[in-house]
Nanobody
Framework: QVQLVESGGGLVQAGGSLRLSCAAS????????MGWFRQAPGKERAAVAA????????DYTQSVKGRFTISRDNAKNTVYLQMNSLKPEDTAVYYC????????????????WGQGTQVTVSS
């Protein structure tokens, strides 16, 4: 059983940056592909980025390409989401998720979820 704890959310002005972290425990972290998802009020949870077990492959939703960077440190059992040039439409609760082996951007493929961290971008 993998436990995930996100941190790093907060309130930031448009154009600013935040770095989210997700610490994992309870499993062999390097065996898990990781994803970041977000859910705005009244909307479905949607993929933001995903990263393979080794970190060698990543994928992003179109709206964040060039602004967000997903990375992982398998020695620290942590995955990160660096968010730059933030926009008000990035406001949401951000969740990290884990699944064994292959990474995808479908929320239905992930077995383990964190509790989420709020990101609010003011205009």
């Amino acid at each position: 059983q993998v436990q995930l704890v996100e941190s790093g959310g907060g309130l930031v002005q448009a154009g600013g940056s935040l770095r989210l972290s997700c610490a994992a425990s309870g499993g062999t972290f390097s065996m898990y592909a990781m994803g970041w998802f977000r859910q705005a009020p009244g909307k479905e949870r949607a993929a933001v980025a995903a990263i393979s077990t080794s970190g060698g492959m990543v994928d992003y939703t179109q709206s964040v390409k060039g602004r967000f960077t997903i990375s992982r440190d398998n020695a620290k059992n942590t995955v990160y989401l660096q968010m730059n040039s933030l926009k008000p439409e990035d406001t949401a609760v951000y969740y990290c998720a884990a699944r064994l082996r292959h990474y995808t951007t479908s929320r239905f493929d992930y077995n383990y979820w964190g509790q989420g961290t709020q990101v609010t971008v003011s205009s």
